[in-house]
């Protein structure tokens, strides 16, 4: 069964800084990964997806890295703003049909 | 606005009774999926459906049931079989079961049991 494992589970940084936030994932053979970000009592947002075949992607402040062959994707967040506080999952798709999720991190960005 | 509502946003249910979460979407989306957190958890899917009137079991359908009469609708019944039902639901939605796609998350709803 796949299992996805996200590293740190929180994290509390100054404003302006860059981050990474880390997913790994048990088997290779995936279809895509994806980040959402989820606010306190909220539903989630997609982020970014990547496609297996692809290496990153990139949305404005967040640049999202796969390595597939090592089971471990990447999230990194430019100069972070408090605005960015929230939890981030990851989550891939394998051979069922439907989205194997990470627990998450809980990001905190102080002003 | 195109996406997804459910209804209500919190929910409180008696020991034994039976409840429903609504999950309606207006983004022409085929398959559409119920999952569940729990605190500190990861969302486990408990059932998805790939068009009207089809549906399957996830990981964790026990003590849950679903219907999908209309494209746009897909609703959850918590019956008094499940054991530990205290939990936030998540409705998600894709253009198709294609593990390609992105899911699209309703807001959720929060159901506590009394």
């Known amino acids: 069964k796949q299992e996805v494992t996200q590293i740190p589970a929180a994290l509390s940084v100054p404003e302006g800084e860059n981050l990474v936030l880390n997913c790994s994932f048990t088997?290779?053979?995936?279809?895509?990964l994806q980040w959402f970000r989820q606010d306190p009592g909220k539903g989630l947002t997609s982020l970014l997806l990547?496609?297996?075949?692809?290496r990153e992607q990139t949305s404005g402040r967040l640049n999202a890295s796969l390595d597939k062959s090592s089971g471990r994707s990447t999230l990194y967040i430019a100069a972070s703003q408090p605005g960015d506080s929230a939890t981030y999952l990851c989550?891939?798709?394998?051979?069922?049909?439907?989205?194997?999720f990470g627990k998450g991190t809980s990001l905190l960005v102080t002003p | 606005d195109g996406g997804i509502t459910q209804s209500p946003k919190y929910l409180f249910r008696k020991e034994g009774q039976n409840v429903t979460l609504s999950c309606e979407q207006n983004?022409?989306?085929?398959?559409m999926y119920w999952y569940r957190q729990d605190p500190g958890q990861g969302l486990r899917l408990i059932y998805y459906s790939q068009i009207v009137n089809d549906f399957q079991k996830g990981d964790i359908a026990e003590g849950y049931s679903v219907s999908r009469e209309k494209k746009e609708s897909f609703p959850l019944t918590v019956t008094s079989a499940q054991k530990n039902p205290t939990a936030f639901y998540l409705c998600?939605?894709?253009?198709?079961?294609?593990?390609?796609?992105?899911?699209?998350f309703g807001p959720g709803t929060r159901l506590t049991v009394l």
């Open positions: 989550a891939v798709w394998g051979s069922g049909y439907a989205l194997n």
């Open positions: 983004l022409n989306h085929d398959a």
């Open positions: 088997d290779s053979a995936i279809y895509n």
């Open positions: 990547i496609q297996s075949s692809q």
């Open positions: 998600a939605s894709s253009t198709e079961l294609n593990r390609g796609d992105t899911q699209y």
